[in-house]
Protein backbone atom coordinates (compact mmCIF):
# COMPACT_ATOMS: atom_id res chain seq x y z
CA UNK A 1 0.00 0.00 0.00
CA UNK A 2 0.72 3.87 -0.65
CA UNK A 3 3.34 5.40 2.17
CA UNK A 4 1.79 8.77 2.81
CA UNK A 5 3.21 11.50 4.47
CA UNK A 6 1.71 14.83 6.44
CA UNK A 7 3.67 17.55 7.43
CA UNK A 8 3.40 18.93 10.21
CA UNK A 9 2.58 16.24 12.38
CA UNK A 10 1.13 19.13 15.16
CA UNK A 11 1.03 23.07 15.71
CA UNK A 12 0.14 25.34 17.76
CA UNK A 13 -1.38 28.02 15.83
CA UNK A 14 -3.02 31.78 16.80
CA UNK A 15 -6.76 32.50 16.55
CA UNK A 16 -7.03 34.09 12.95
CA UNK A 17 -4.17 32.48 11.43
CA UNK A 18 -3.98 29.96 8.64
CA UNK A 19 -1.96 27.06 8.09
CA UNK A 20 -1.46 24.90 5.60
CA UNK A 21 -1.22 21.10 6.02
CA UNK A 22 1.09 18.76 2.88
CA UNK A 23 0.22 15.56 1.96
CA UNK A 24 2.58 13.34 0.25
CA UNK A 25 2.53 9.57 -1.36
CA UNK A 26 4.88 8.10 -2.32
CA UNK A 27 3.33 6.52 -5.46
CA UNK A 28 0.80 7.76 -7.89
CA UNK A 29 -3.13 7.58 -6.63
CA UNK A 30 -6.17 8.31 -8.27
CA UNK A 31 -7.69 10.19 -5.04
CA UNK A 32 -6.57 11.61 -2.39
CA UNK A 33 -9.23 13.02 0.88
CA UNK A 34 -8.97 15.40 3.84
CA UNK A 35 -10.14 14.40 7.45
CA UNK A 36 -11.13 15.81 10.32
CA UNK A 37 -10.97 13.55 13.32
CA UNK A 38 -12.26 15.62 16.67
CA UNK A 39 -10.32 13.78 19.93
CA UNK A 40 -11.95 10.88 20.82
CA UNK A 41 -14.86 11.31 18.05
CA UNK A 42 -15.64 9.99 14.45
CA UNK A 43 -13.78 10.87 10.91
CA UNK A 44 -15.59 13.66 9.33
CA UNK A 45 -14.67 13.85 5.49
CA UNK A 46 -14.08 17.43 4.66
CA UNK A 47 -13.51 16.98 0.70
CA UNK A 48 -12.38 15.15 -2.06
CA UNK A 49 -9.03 16.66 -3.34
CA UNK A 50 -9.31 16.56 -7.69
CA UNK A 51 -6.06 16.59 -9.72
CA UNK A 52 -6.37 19.44 -11.91
CA UNK A 53 -9.85 21.01 -10.56
CA UNK A 54 -11.29 22.19 -7.16
CA UNK A 55 -11.64 20.09 -4.73
CA UNK A 56 -15.52 18.16 -3.97
CA UNK A 57 -16.83 19.53 -0.61
CA UNK A 58 -18.94 18.02 2.21
CA UNK A 59 -22.06 19.51 3.86
CA UNK A 60 -20.35 21.89 6.26
CA UNK A 61 -17.13 22.52 4.65
CA UNK A 62 -16.21 25.76 2.26
CA UNK A 63 -13.60 26.67 0.38
CA UNK A 64 -13.18 29.53 1.70
CA UNK A 65 -12.51 27.78 4.81
CA UNK A 66 -10.49 24.94 3.73
CA UNK A 67 -8.75 25.47 0.52
CA UNK A 68 -7.38 22.26 -1.37
CA UNK A 69 -4.85 22.11 -3.90
CA UNK A 70 -3.67 18.91 -6.00
CA UNK A 71 -1.40 19.85 -8.42
CA UNK A 72 -0.41 16.35 -9.45
CA UNK A 73 -1.25 12.71 -8.54
CA UNK A 74 1.48 12.16 -5.13
CA UNK A 75 0.70 15.42 -3.71
CA UNK A 76 -1.90 17.67 -2.07
CA UNK A 77 -2.28 20.56 0.81
CA UNK A 78 -5.38 21.60 3.12
CA UNK A 79 -5.38 24.74 4.36
CA UNK A 80 -6.88 25.68 7.76
CA UNK A 81 -7.89 29.54 7.31
CA UNK A 82 -8.52 32.19 10.11
CA UNK A 83 -8.92 29.64 12.16
CA UNK A 84 -10.91 29.60 15.56
CA UNK A 85 -10.28 27.31 18.78
CA UNK A 86 -13.52 25.29 16.97
CA UNK A 87 -10.60 24.19 14.51
CA UNK A 88 -8.63 22.26 17.02
CA UNK A 89 -8.38 18.71 15.53
CA UNK A 90 -6.46 16.12 13.94
CA UNK A 91 -6.54 16.18 10.07
CA UNK A 92 -6.14 13.20 8.16
CA UNK A 93 -5.05 12.83 4.46
CA UNK A 94 -5.64 9.51 2.65
CA UNK A 95 -5.54 8.10 -0.53
CA UNK A 96 -6.89 5.07 -2.72
CA UNK A 97 -6.61 3.72 -6.24
CA UNK A 98 -10.79 4.27 -6.47
CA UNK A 99 -13.64 4.88 -4.83
CA UNK A 100 -14.05 1.72 -4.12
CA UNK A 101 -11.00 0.94 -2.81
CA UNK A 102 -9.44 0.61 0.38
CA UNK A 103 -7.83 3.89 1.59
CA UNK A 104 -4.49 4.74 2.99
CA UNK A 105 -4.05 7.41 5.88
CA UNK A 106 -1.50 9.86 6.93
CA UNK A 107 -0.02 9.63 10.15
CA UNK A 108 -2.03 12.74 10.58
CA UNK A 109 -1.78 16.55 12.01
CA UNK A 110 -2.57 17.79 15.69
CA UNK A 111 -3.88 21.05 15.55
CA UNK A 112 -4.19 23.15 18.69
CA UNK A 113 -5.85 26.92 17.88
CA UNK A 114 -5.09 29.14 21.03
CA UNK B 1 -31.53 5.63 9.23
CA UNK B 2 -27.15 6.69 9.06
CA UNK B 3 -25.88 5.11 6.19
CA UNK B 4 -22.91 3.12 8.10
CA UNK B 5 -24.34 2.03 11.93
CA UNK B 6 -22.37 0.32 14.54
CA UNK B 7 -22.58 -0.52 18.62
CA UNK B 8 -20.17 1.69 19.96
CA UNK B 9 -19.02 -0.28 23.06
CA UNK B 10 -16.89 -0.28 24.89
CA UNK B 11 -16.13 -3.91 24.86
CA UNK B 12 -13.98 -4.62 28.15
CA UNK B 13 -13.25 -8.22 27.75
CA UNK B 14 -10.51 -10.28 29.04
CA UNK B 15 -7.76 -11.94 27.34
CA UNK B 16 -8.76 -15.34 25.42
CA UNK B 17 -11.94 -14.01 24.74
CA UNK B 18 -13.73 -14.08 22.04
CA UNK B 19 -15.62 -10.83 20.52
CA UNK B 20 -17.99 -9.92 18.07
CA UNK B 21 -18.53 -6.72 15.87
CA UNK B 22 -21.46 -6.15 14.28
CA UNK B 23 -22.25 -3.27 11.72
CA UNK B 24 -25.25 -2.54 9.44
CA UNK B 25 -25.54 -0.27 6.56
CA UNK B 26 -28.46 1.17 4.39
CA UNK B 27 -27.71 1.05 1.19
CA UNK B 28 -28.38 -2.14 -0.76
CA UNK B 29 -26.51 -1.33 -3.34
CA UNK B 30 -23.07 -1.17 -1.34
CA UNK B 31 -20.30 -2.84 -3.05
CA UNK B 32 -17.10 -2.91 -1.13
CA UNK B 33 -16.84 -3.54 2.38
CA UNK B 34 -13.80 -2.98 5.07
CA UNK B 35 -12.41 -3.07 8.87
CA UNK B 36 -10.27 -0.97 9.88
CA UNK B 37 -8.36 -0.27 13.39
CA UNK B 38 -7.41 2.67 15.02
CA UNK B 39 -5.21 3.21 17.91
CA UNK B 40 -5.73 5.76 20.45
CA UNK B 41 -4.07 8.79 18.90
CA UNK B 42 -3.42 6.90 15.80
CA UNK B 43 -4.27 6.71 12.15
CA UNK B 44 -6.88 4.38 10.78
CA UNK B 45 -5.26 1.37 9.10
CA UNK B 46 -7.18 -1.35 7.26
CA UNK B 47 -7.84 -4.17 9.12
CA UNK B 48 -8.99 -6.64 6.14
CA UNK B 49 -11.35 -6.13 3.27
CA UNK B 50 -15.00 -8.02 3.67
CA UNK B 51 -15.54 -10.85 0.87
CA UNK B 52 -19.15 -11.83 0.25
CA UNK B 53 -18.19 -15.56 1.76
CA UNK B 54 -16.32 -14.45 4.50
CA UNK B 55 -12.46 -14.68 5.41
CA UNK B 56 -10.23 -15.37 7.47
CA UNK B 57 -6.73 -13.45 8.59
CA UNK B 58 -5.37 -14.84 11.75
CA UNK B 59 -7.67 -14.44 14.60
CA UNK B 60 -9.57 -12.16 12.97
CA UNK B 61 -12.74 -13.49 10.85
CA UNK B 62 -15.37 -10.89 8.55
CA UNK B 63 -18.28 -11.99 7.42
CA UNK B 64 -21.00 -10.42 4.90
CA UNK B 65 -24.52 -10.78 4.89
CA UNK B 66 -26.02 -8.94 2.06
CA UNK B 67 -29.45 -10.00 2.63
CA UNK B 68 -29.55 -8.79 6.34
CA UNK B 69 -27.27 -5.32 4.91
CA UNK B 70 -24.83 -6.83 7.84
CA UNK B 71 -21.24 -6.95 8.55
CA UNK B 72 -19.58 -8.90 11.32
CA UNK B 73 -15.98 -8.81 12.47
CA UNK B 74 -14.76 -12.16 15.34
CA UNK B 75 -11.50 -11.93 16.71
CA UNK B 76 -10.60 -14.99 18.79
CA UNK B 77 -8.35 -15.91 21.28
CA UNK B 78 -8.28 -11.93 22.45
CA UNK B 79 -5.00 -10.00 23.08
CA UNK B 80 -4.19 -6.91 24.82
CA UNK B 81 -2.37 -5.82 21.66
CA UNK B 82 -6.19 -5.66 19.95
CA UNK B 83 -7.62 -3.05 21.89
CA UNK B 84 -8.49 -0.19 20.19
CA UNK B 85 -11.53 1.05 17.96
CA UNK B 86 -12.50 -1.00 15.24
CA UNK B 87 -14.69 0.97 12.20
CA UNK B 88 -16.48 -0.54 9.78
CA UNK B 89 -16.27 0.94 6.23
CA UNK B 90 -18.72 0.80 3.27
CA UNK B 91 -18.62 1.92 -0.20
CA UNK B 92 -21.80 2.99 -1.04
CA UNK B 93 -21.63 4.14 -4.39
CA UNK B 94 -18.98 4.04 -7.46
CA UNK B 95 -19.18 7.90 -7.24
CA UNK B 96 -18.71 8.79 -3.83
CA UNK B 97 -16.37 8.38 -0.69
CA UNK B 98 -16.02 5.13 1.36
CA UNK B 99 -18.04 5.99 4.67
CA UNK B 100 -16.74 5.06 7.79
CA UNK B 101 -18.44 4.43 10.70
CA UNK B 102 -18.07 6.23 14.01
CA UNK B 103 -16.62 2.38 15.60
CA UNK B 104 -16.49 0.34 18.02
CA UNK B 105 -13.93 0.58 21.01
CA UNK B 106 -12.34 -2.76 22.08
CA UNK B 107 -10.43 -3.19 25.43
CA UNK B 108 -9.04 -6.34 26.93
CA UNK B 109 -7.90 -6.54 29.74
CA UNK B 110 -5.32 -9.13 31.50
Known amino acids: SAVISQKPSRDICQRGTSLTIQCQVD?????MFWYRQQPGQSLTLIAT?????????ESGFVIDKFPISRPNLTFSTLTVSNMSPEDSSIYLC???????????FGDGTRLSIL | RKEVEQDPGPFNVPEGATVAFNCTYS??????FFWYRQDCRKEPKLLMS???SGNEDGRFTAQLNRASQYISLLIRDSKLSDSATYLC???????????FGKGTRLSVIA
Open chain 1, 27 to 31: SQVTM
Open chain 2, 89 to 99: VVSISGNTPLV
Open chain 2, 27 to 32: NSASQS
Open chain 1, 49 to 57: ANQGSEATY
Open chain 2, 50 to 52: VYS
Open chain 1, 94 to 104: SASTGLRQPQH
